[in-house]
């Protein structure tokens, strides 16, 4: 789960049409990030991105885990292009939320409309982790169950228990930024 931060202050001061062209902009080059690195939009919710891997596609869970961190890195760099055009006030930044686990895939609605979508604790486990990214001033928590597919001298010192939303008890999790992604992608190659 990728969500834009400040979004609500870039959405203030911004007239609507520039807005409109802003998220449009973000939107499409986002959808081609996330689907070079073999990943399909669940869904756009508000400023939000819902994506899913799927280890059914004879891909391991492993290499599922490096293609999410792989789309979060090249996402924080369309952030840097963004940037780069002088146009906002303020940083476009994002969080991201990682997290591994089964899920159903559907189609779900009533009468009038139907979406086809995963659902499951592991989906609402990836938006709470995105919330944490905020919480503890980082830029990406994953979720221990995805750490594990990742070199264990990576992340094993590292985890942090964080409580979220409707879960009672605290959860393990890994907190990074965006620039500890390529040498995490880089050991996890080497294994």
Known sequence: VCDIRGYTRISERMAA????ALMGNWFKSATKVIEACHGTVDKFIGDAIMVRWSSEQGIGVDETVRNALCAARNLHDVCGRINASGKLEEPFRIGVGINTGQAVLGSIGGRGYREYTAIGDAVNMAFRFETASKELAMDVVIGKDACRYLPENLWSAALRSVTVKGKSEPVDVWAIDFGEIAA????????
């Open 184 to 191: 995490i992608l880089g050991s996890a190659a080497a294994s």
């Open 17 to 20: 049409s520039d807005l409109s």
